[in-house]
C-alpha cells in the first residue's frame, strides 16, 4: 500500500472520533457500552502491535506520565466506590483508550510516516476540514429538524484550538499556493463550525491563544528568530472577514443564527452597563461552591477525591470544568498528576527552538487551556480526548525532531571544530 493511501486512511479514521454522535453508536453489555470508536482504537493498537512497537516510543518521559495516568484511573475505578459505574468506565476508557493507547497510536503513525513537521501540516489541515464540515453538514440536519437555533456542541475544543494552530501557521510559515488555499478554506469552514455551536468559551480561548502567541512570534522576530508573514495575516483577515460577512448578510438562516449568538448567548451577561451573570454561570458559581464544600469536608476527601463519577447537588455528576471535576473525583492527587502532566508540557515548550512549529502549537494548548477551566474535555468525551491526544503526539514528535537535529548541529561544530585545529597545527 502506498504511503499516500496509508496517510488518507488514517486521517479518516481519526476523523471518525470527530464526527457528531459517533460514540453513541455501538454494542452495550450490561452497563458496558463498547462504541465504533473503541473498536476502531483497538484495531488500530492491535495491527501496531502485530508490527511491533518502536523501543524509543516507549522510553520517553510523556510515556511514562500517561501511563501513570491510566493506571491510577484504573485504580478508581476498581477500588473507589462509584455512584454511576457507567460514567466511570467512561471516564477511565477516555484516558486508556483514547489518550494512552492513542498517544502510542499517533505517536507510532507521526515516526513511521513524517519525517519534517511541515509534512504534517496537509494532513491535519484534511482532518480538519472533515471535521469541520460533518459538523456543519449535522447542525443543518438538526435546524431542519426542529426549525430552531439549538445548542450544539461537538469538539468544541479541538475547533478553537485548531483554529488559532492554522491562524499562527499561517503567520510564521512559508506556504506554497495549494497548501495557502486548503488552510483559508479550512478556517473558513472551523469558523462556521465554531459559530454553529454557540460555545462563549470558545471567544475567549481564541482571542487569549491567539493575542498570546502574536505577541511572542513579535518579540522573536524583533529578535530575528522567527519569520513573520504579517501581511499574509492581514490580507487573509480582510478577505475571510469580507466573504463571511458577504455570506451571513445574504443568508437568513446564518442571518438569525449570528444574531442569536450575539443576542442570547454575549449580550445575554451585559445588562445595564455592567457584566451580569446569566442563569448559565450563576449555574457554575453554586457548582463550584458546592464542589469544593464536599471535598473539603474530610482530609481524605480533599487528597484523593470522591471517587469516580461522584454525584453532588441534586443528584448531578457531570461537573462544567475539567479541573473542578478532577478536584472533586480524585483531589488534590488527581490535580497533582495533570499538574505534572503541564509541568512537562511547557518544559518541552521552552527546550524547543523550532519556533515556526513551536508557536502554532503553543497556540493549540493555549485555548485547550482556557477551555479546560469551563468545560469537562477529555475526561467525558470522545473527540476531547483525541483532540489532547492529537496535541500530545504531535508534541512529543516535535521533541525528537528538534532533539535530532540538535544533535546533528553539535556534531557539526565538533567536526568543523576538529577541522580547524588540524589545519592549525
Given amino acids: ?94 484516558i486508556l483508550v483514547y489518550i494512552w493507547m492513542g498517544y502510542i497510536v499517533v505517536s507510532s503513525w507521526f515516526n513511521k510516516n513524517i519525517a519534517q513537521p511541515e509534512q504534517s501540516i496537509m494532513p491535519f489541515t484534511l482532518l480538519l476540514f472533515i471535521t469541520s464540515v460533518s459538523s456543519i453538514i449535522y447542525y443543518i440536519s438538526l435546524y431542519i429538524e426542529k426549525r430552531e437555533f439549538v445548542l450544539y456542541r461537538n469538539a468544541e ?32 469552514c472551523l469558523f462556521f463550525s465554531i459559530l454553529i455551536q454557540q460555545e462563549r468559551v470558545q471567544i475567549i480561548a481564541i482571542i487569549s491563544s491567539i493575542g498570546i502567541t502574536l505577541s511572542i512570534a513579535l518579540i522573536l ?53 455592567t457584566i451580569q451573570l446569566d442563569d448559565s454561570l450563576n449555574y457554575r458559581t453554586e457548582e463550584y461552591k458546592t464542589i469544593v464544600e464536599v471535598v473539603s469536608n474530610d482530609i481524605f476527601s480533599l487528597i484523593f477525591g470522591k471517587g469516580l463519577a461522584h454525584t453532588y447537588l441534586d443528584g448531578h455528576f ?58 469537562p474535555n477529555f475526561i467525558y468525551r470522545v473527540d476531547e480526548a483525541m483532540s489532547f491526544c492529537l496535541f500530545l503526539s504531535y508534541l512529543q514528535f516535535l521533541k525528537n525532531t528538534c532533539s535530532r537535529a540538535d544533535k546533528k548541529e553539535k556534531k557539526y561544530i565538533e567536526v568543523e571544530k576538529i577541522g580547524k585545529e588540524y589545519i592549525h597545527i
Fill in 318 to 375: 457531570l461537573v462544567d470544568g475539567f479541573w473542578m471535576w478532577i478536584f472533586l473525583n480524585m483531589g488534590l492527587l488527581g490535580i497533582f498528576i495533570f499538574v505534572l502532566l503541564y509541568i512537562y508540557i511547557i518544559v518541552v515548550f521552552f527546550k524547543m527552538n523550532k519556533f515556526n512549529f513551536t508557536l502554532p502549537l503553543l497556540a493549540f494548548f493555549i485555548s485547550t487551556t482556557v477551555m479546560t477551566l469551563t468545560i
Fill in 221 to 273: 522576530f524583533i529578535q530575528s528568530k522567527v519569520k513573520v508573514y504579517f501581511p499574509r495575516l492581514i490580507l487573509f483577515i480582510v478577505g475571510s472577514v469580507s466573504l463571511i460577512t458577504y455570506i451571513i448578510m445574504n443568508n437568513e438562516v446564518l442571518k438569525g443564527l449570528f444574531n442569536n449568538y450575539i443576542l442570547y448567548r454575549i449580550n445575554l451577561i451585559f445588562r445595564g452597563n
Fill in 1 to 94: 500500500m502506498k504511503k499516500n493511501t496509508k496517510t488518507l486512511i488514517c486521517i479518516i479514521l481519526i476523523s471518525v472520533m470527530f464526527i457528531p454522535k459517533i460514540g453513541e453508536l455501538g454494542v452495550n453489555i450490561n452497563f458496558l457500552k463498547v462504541s465504533i470508536t473503541d473498536l476502531i482504537m483497538l484495531v488500530l493498537l492491535s495491527m501496531l502491535l502485530i508490527k511491533g512497537l518502536n523501543k524509543a516510543l516507549l522510553s520517553n518521559k510523556l510515556f511514562y506520565i500517561l501511563t501513570f495516568l491510566a493506571t491510577l484511573f484504573l485504580l478508581y475505578l476498581a477500588f473507589f466506590p462509584s455512584d454511576n459505574m457507567s460514567i466511570a468506565i467512561k471516564m477511565t476508557r477516555n
Fill in 157 to 188: 475544543t479541538f475547533m478553537a484550538s485548531a483554529f488559532c494552530y492554522l491562524i499562527m501557521y499561517l503567520v510564521v510559515n512559508k506556504l506554497n499556493k495549494k497548501t495557502l488555499l486548503m488552510m483559508s478554506i479550512t478556517l473558513i
